[in-house]
T-cell receptor
């Protein structure tokens, strides 16, 4: 069966510090991978998606970046965090090539102080 | 589009009553739809899906209805329980592009 992991589960970082959130998927190959941000009491905002190694598409301009160094690894980064980067970050994967459901990870709660 | 900047609409129901959560989708070409449930502090979880060639699909205590004429999707939960309290999102998929609705917060009163 497929599983998706995210870490860390929670993170408190000062403004201006760097960020690295990691997401890995097991039990599937060549998945589509996604990073979402969710502010408290709000909907899901798609940040990045990837259809393959090294292929990253950005949905919104921001100070975050994403990378996919391996087929089942997706990393969300920032060189300098802003207060507005606080939120709940969700990684998700979906099987490519058809109408399939999307599976979400457990999320990372980021607080920037 | 995505209503990520809006506060979630809320629905409050009595335990044991039926709940109906509605969603208006945006793309008439979307051919696959999903309902997700998100409990506090967790990632969204799949509840039920429906393809555009259907107008109704039933699961355990849940039913999804699809009205393509007015681009409307609904989730019906029978005999709502306290454990059903969560935020519910609809999602539409068209040509590998999945978009989520704003979500509805369901609160079940004992």
């Amino acid at each position: 069966s497929q599983t998706i992991h995210q870490w860390p589960a929670t993170l408190v970082q000062p403004v201006g510090s760097p960020l690295s959130l990691e997401c890995t998927v097991e039990g599937t190959s060549n998945p589509n991978l996604y990073w979402y941000r969710q502010a408290a009491g709000r909907g899901l905002q798609l940040l990045f998606y990837s259809v393959g190694i090294g292929q990253i598409s950005s949905e919104v301009p921001q100070n975050l970046s994403a990378s996919r160094p391996q087929d089942r690894q997706f990393i969300l980064s920032s060189k300098k965090l802003l207060l507005s980067d606080s939120g709940f970050y969700l990684c998700a994967w979906r099987r490519s090539g058809g109408n399939y459901e999307q599976f979400f990870g457990p999320g990372t709660r980021l607080t920037v102080l | 589009g995505e209503s990520v900047g809006l506060h979630l609409p809320t629905l409050s129901v009595q335990e044991g009553d039926n709940s109906i959560i509605n969603c208006a989708y945006s793309n008439s070409a979307s051919d696959y739809f999903i309902w997700y449930k998100q409990e506090s502090g967790k990632g969204p979880q799949f509840i039920i899906d429906i393809r555009s060639n259907m107008d109704k699909r039933q699961g355990q205590r849940v039913t999804v209805l699809l009205n393509k004429t007015v681009k409307h999707l609904s989730l019906q939960i029978a005999a709502t329980q306290p454990g059903d309290s969560a935020v519910y999102f609809c999602a539409e998929l068209n040509n590998n592009d999945m978009r989520f609705g704003a979500g509805t917060r369901l609160t079940v009163k004992p």
